[in-house]
């Protein structure tokens, strides 16, 4: 009778731990790299989704209020589009990744702000 109980077990243990394993469900996005072409970048209608994600999501670490030493003042010249989109969708350190949050077109919408003459931390 105990016997069946402990297999029963293992077999519980076994199927719970495949279903952690990774490659099923739960397996993290890959980053896809998109194109950031100047006619995109300089579209108003793309920059201020952006803008708005920037100010509800960023400013309190990035902006020029955030407590100091929180995250670098971002320097927009020194950066290409693609390194921006990188390091929103998929984070680094101490830097939230925010691909489970917004969709590709938003993300892309805040670094066509952050890469824009009116970015403003
Ligand atoms: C919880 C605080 C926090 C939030 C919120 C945050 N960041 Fe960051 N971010 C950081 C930190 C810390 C770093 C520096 C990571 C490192 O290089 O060690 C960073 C780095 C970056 C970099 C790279 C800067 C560089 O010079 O290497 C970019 C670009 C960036 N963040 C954009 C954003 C955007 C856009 C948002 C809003 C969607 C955002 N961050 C929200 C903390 C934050």
Redesign the pocket.
């Known amino acids: 009778m105990y016997r069946y109980v402990i297999v029963g077990c293992l077999v519980l243990v076994m199927v719970l731990g495949a279903n952690l394993s990774p490659g099923s469900a739960e397996e993290t996005k890959k980053f896809v790299p998109v194109e950031f072409t100047d006619a995109y970048l300089a579209d108003p209608a793309n920059f201020a989704k952006g803008k708005e994600?920037?100010f509800e999501?960023?400013t309190?670490?990035?902006g020029y209020k955030a407590y100091p030493g929180?995250?670098?003042k971002?320097?927009p010249r020194?950066?290409k589009p693609a390194?921006?989109y990188k390091?929103?969708t998929k984070g680094?350190?101490?830097?939230?990744a925010?691909d489970e949050v917004y969709d590709e077109e938003e993300r892309m919408a805040?670094v066509a702000y952050?890469m824009s003459k009116k970015f403003s931390p």
């Open positions: 994600i920037w999501q960023c309190h670490c990035h929180k995250a670098p971002l320097k020194r950066y390194f921006v390091r929103i680094f350190k101490k830097m939230p925010w805040i952050v």
